[in-house]
């Protein structure tokens, strides 16, 4: 199965930028669609950004939009969310997930998707 890896999180001020990263191995990337999702501390998974097996299609969260790009490169394997504008809220941990998306319904639903990175923590300060 694939193998997911978040780097790129860290302590940054508030107003400040990070581009997270999302390396895949394992399988075959471009059959998977793609998504951002954050945790924050006692707080429940909450979906960040998505983005189409073949990135056709992209998806934002109400919170990030505007602020926040999805992409991937297929030929690399990786996954990329770029912030700016960061916010304390933005605070948590970061995670990429992927989801065969072969006969299967576009989503941002968290459940749907099948595989996970170990995530990675994102701090704002004010």
């Known amino acids: 199965q694939v193998q997911l890896v978040e780097s790129g999180g860290g302590l940054v001020q508030a107003g400040g930028s990070l581009k997270l990263s999302c390396a895949a191995s394992g399988g075959t990337f471009s059959i998977y669609s793609m998504a951002w999702f954050r945790q924050p501390a006692g707080k429940e998974r909450e979906f960040v950004a998505a983005?189409?097996?073949?990135?056709?299609?992209?998806r934002y969260a109400d919170p990030v939009k505007g602020r926040s790009t999805i992409s991937r490169d297929n030929a690399e394997n990786v996954l990329y969310l770029q912030m700016n504008s960061l916010k304390p809220e933005d605070t948590a941990v970061y995670y990429c997930a992927g989801r065969r998306s072969i006969n299967r319904a576009f989503t941002v639903d968290a459940h749907e998707y099948d595989y996970w990175g170990q995530g990675t923590q994102v701090t704002v300060s004010s």
């Open positions: 983005i189409s097996r073949l990135g056709v299609t992209t």
